[in-house]
């Protein structure tokens, strides 16, 4: 019976070539703007916590007040010797966080970049660059830059590439670029650089070694991350929150998602996608009920039940889904690259993502053909002849 009724479904989309291509435009178009949204959310996302995901650190802590990375609050550093009382820690580390304005010394004009300081002895970071440069940043007033930044840095690239020293300003103060590390620009700043906690604080003369930005907590083997970050927080005070990795992960994801607008603004251009989609689906399987009613009503009459109809309208709605979503896939590709090159943000595509857009394609396109399928329950055979 399936088998017969996939040719019906497919003879009725074709009858009208001009309509099936409409229909076939108007669901890549809204696959196109689902792949879209969807995509620039989840480089929101990935661009602002590839710092976080780098953190050579099994506990993270930090200030309460703290919103983010490119805002975060002090704490007193003392609370990271505290942490070293427990046998269950290995080390702790501080992470020293701040943005000021970075003279491009390309062009001289100024942007800001976020600067993270760490004692150099070790590398806190997992980043390619970092651990091979840590020798260099010992010395006071000497930075390592990202290559990855967004900007136009072409000279200062090429020139620390070759092996050759760059210098340039930061508030009144000069600073003298000698290696290249890979971080990447976020949606917060263009560009990033790594310095020594000493030439940090040299920057940001305010600030005290005393007051930490992120405190870094390495546990001894075998040691639960959860586990001991309860134990760590039952005694430490309420000025200072005791994290996981993942948990400054998602601390960091909600700031974007919930407390800046531009999270909202995706989530509702993925959702007016869908419901763009779903209008178009609609009015080309409603039209094609419309024109075929006294036909449809004829199989009424002869004793063909309503499911005969449900299954003839989802096998044109898998059928436009199928059709719709190859362009749509193919265009958001295109542009992804586009994106990624312009914008030199992490815009790439996942095989969960097409997954999903695919599930809500099929979605859109059965949703629709149920709204239409309406006009044909409500049809009496005697009314139309």
Same mark, same amino acid.
């Given at each position: 019976?399936?088998?017969?009724?996939?040719?019906?479904?497919? /003879?009725?989309?074709?009858?009208?070539?001009?309509?099936?291509?409409?229909?076939?435009?108007?669901?890549?178009?809204?696959?196109?703007?689902? =792949?879209?949204?969807?995509? !620039?959310?989840?480089?929101?996302?990935?661009?602002?916590?590839?710092?976080?995901?780098?953190?050579?650190?099994?506990?993270?802590?930090?200030?309460?007040?703290?919103?983010?990375?490119?805002?975060?609050?002090?704490?007193?550093?003392?609370?990271?010797?505290?942490?070293?009382?427990?046998?269950? +820690?290995?080390?702790?580390?501080?992470?020293?966080?701040?943005?000021?304005?970075?003279?491009?010394?390309?062009?001289?004009?100024?942007?800001?970049?976020? !600067?993270?300081?760490?004692?150099?002895?070790?590398?806190?970071?997992?980043?390619?660059?970092?651990?091979? #440069?840590?020798?260099?940043?010992?010395?006071?007033?000497?930075?390592?830059?990202?290559?990855?930044?967004?900007?136009?840095?072409?000279?200062?690239?090429?020139?620390? *590439?070759?092996? *050759?020293?760059?210098?340039?300003?930061?508030? *009144?103060?000069?600073?003298?670029?000698?290696?290249?590390?890979?971080?990447?620009?976020?949606?917060?700043?263009?560009?990033?650089?790594?310095?020594?906690?000493? $030439?940090?604080?040299?920057? !940001?003369?305010?600030?005290?070694?005393?007051?930490?930005?992120?405190?870094?907590?390495?546990?001894?083997?075998?040691?639960?991350?959860?586990?001991?970050?309860?134990?760590?927080?039952?005694?430490?005070?309420?000025?200072?929150? +005791?994290? $996981? /990795?993942?948990?400054?992960?998602?601390?960091?994801?909600?700031?974007?998602?919930?407390?800046? %607008?531009? @999270?909202?603004?995706?989530?509702?251009?993925?959702?007016?996608?869908?419901?763009?989609?779903?209008?178009?689906?609609?009015?080309?399987?409603?039209?094609?009920?419309?024109?075929?009613?006294?036909?449809?009503?004829?199989? *009424?009459?002869?004793?063909?039940?309503? #499911?005969?109809?449900?299954? /003839?309208?989802?096998?044109?709605?898998?059928?436009?889904?199928?059709?719709? =979503?190859? %362009?749509?896939?193919?265009?958001?590709? @295109?542009?992804?690259?586009?994106?990624?090159?312009?914008?030199?943000?992490?815009?790439?595509?996942?095989?969960?993502?097409?997954?999903?857009?695919?599930?809500?394609? @099929?979605?859109?396109?059965?949703?629709?053909?149920?709204?239409?399928?309406?006009? /044909?329950?409500?049809?009496?055979?005697?009314?139309?002849?």
């Amino acid at each position: 019976m399936i088998k017969r009724k996939i040719p019906l479904a497919w /003879l009725q989309l074709i009858q009208e070539r001009s309509r099936l291509l409409v229909a076939i435009a108007g669901i890549a178009f809204a696959d196109f703007l689902m =792949f879209m949204q969807l995509g !620039f959310q989840a480089a929101l996302y990935d661009s602002n916590t590839r710092m976080h995901h780098s953190i050579k650190a099994n506990l993270i802590l930090m200030s309460p007040q703290a919103q983010n990375i490119l805002n975060m609050s002090t704490f007193p550093r003392r609370y990271l010797y505290q942490a070293m009382s427990f046998k269950e +820690v290995e080390s702790t580390e501080a992470l020293y966080t701040g943005r000021l304005n970075w003279k491009n010394p390309d062009n001289r004009r100024e942007a800001q970049v976020l !600067f993270l300081g760490f004692n150099p002895v070790q590398s806190v970071l997992n980043l390619p660059g970092v651990e091979e #440069n840590l020798q260099k940043i010992k010395l006071p007033d000497i930075a390592l830059f990202d290559r990855a930044s967004k900007g136009e840095y072409r000279a200062t690239l090429v020139a620390l *590439k070759q092996g *050759k020293p760059v210098v340039t300003e930061v508030q *009144k103060h000069q600073v003298t670029v000698e290696g290249l590390f890979t971080l990447g620009a976020s949606f917060g700043v263009d560009a990033n650089v790594i310095v020594s906690d000493t $030439t940090f604080l040299r920057l !940001f003369p305010n600030r005290s070694i005393s007051e930490v930005s992120v405190g870094l907590v390495n546990l001894k083997s075998g040691v639960d991350p959860q586990q001991m970050a309860t134990k760590l927080q039952a005694i430490l005070p309420n000025n200072v929150k +005791v994290l $996981t /990795l993942a948990e400054f992960v998602n601390f960091e994801n909600s700031y974007w998602a919930k407390t800046t %607008p531009i @999270g909202f603004i995706f989530s509702l251009g993925t959702a007016i996608g869908f419901l763009v989609g779903l209008v178009i689906v609609y009015q080309i399987l409603y039209t094609d009920v419309s024109d075929h009613l006294a036909e449809y009503a004829t199989l *009424k009459a002869i004793g063909f039940s309503d #499911n005969y109809f449900l299954i /003839l309208v989802m096998q044109e709605a898998l059928i436009l889904t199928v059709m719709g =979503f190859s %362009p749509g896939l193919a265009i958001s590709l @295109g542009v992804y690259k586009l994106a990624q090159n312009a914008t030199l943000l992490p815009i790439v595509m996942t095989v969960n993502r097409i997954g999903l857009i695919f599930i809500l394609t @099929g979605g859109m396109c059965t949703i629709a053909g149920l709204i239409a399928l309406c006009k /044909l329950h409500t049809a009496d055979p005697a009314e139309i002849f």
